[in-house]
């Protein structure tokens, strides 16, 4: 079992930066990834990035290219996603997964593990 443990959420500006920070209970190991999920009133849970542990491999979801950056500190059990140039569009509740495998990291359900998530909203 792994607990995962966000924070960094708060309300910024519009063209203003974050960085949330998300701790895995125990040591990764293996082939494991993390990833970033948002989720927004009304609206579906999306894929924002994932990294994997070993080889630190990424992914993103398009609207988050060039603005956030996933990064993962192995010593410090955490990953991090820096976002940076907020558009009001990235307001949202920001959920980190921990996934088993390094298959399918955009998909929800690829992941085994989630945390509670923090809130995030940016102002026009």
């Known amino acids: 079992q792994v607990q995962l443990v966000e924070s960094g959420g708060g309300l910024v500006q519009a063209g203003g930066s974050l960085t949330l920070s998300c701790v895995a209970s125990?040591?990764?190991?293996?082939?494991?990834?993390m990833g970033w999920f948002r989720q927004a009133p009304g609206k579906e849970r999306e894929f924002v990035a994932a990294?994997?542990?070993?080889?630190?491999?990424?992914r993103y979801t398009q609207s988050v290219k060039g603005r956030f950056t996933i990064t993962r500190d192995v010593a410090k059990k955490t990953a991090y996603l820096t976002m940076n140039n907020l558009e009001p569009e990235d307001s949202a509740v920001y959920y980190c997964?921990?996934?088993?495998?390094?298959?399918?990291?955009?998909?929800?359900?690829?992941?085994?593990?989630w945390g509670q998530g923090t809130q995030v909203t940016v102002s026009s």
């Open positions: 997964a921990a996934a088993t495998t390094t298959l399918g990291l955009e998909e929800g359900a690829t992941y085994d593990y």
């Open positions: 125990t040591r990764p190991f293996g082939s494991f990834a």
């Open positions: 990294i994997t542990w070993n080889l630190g491999a990424l």
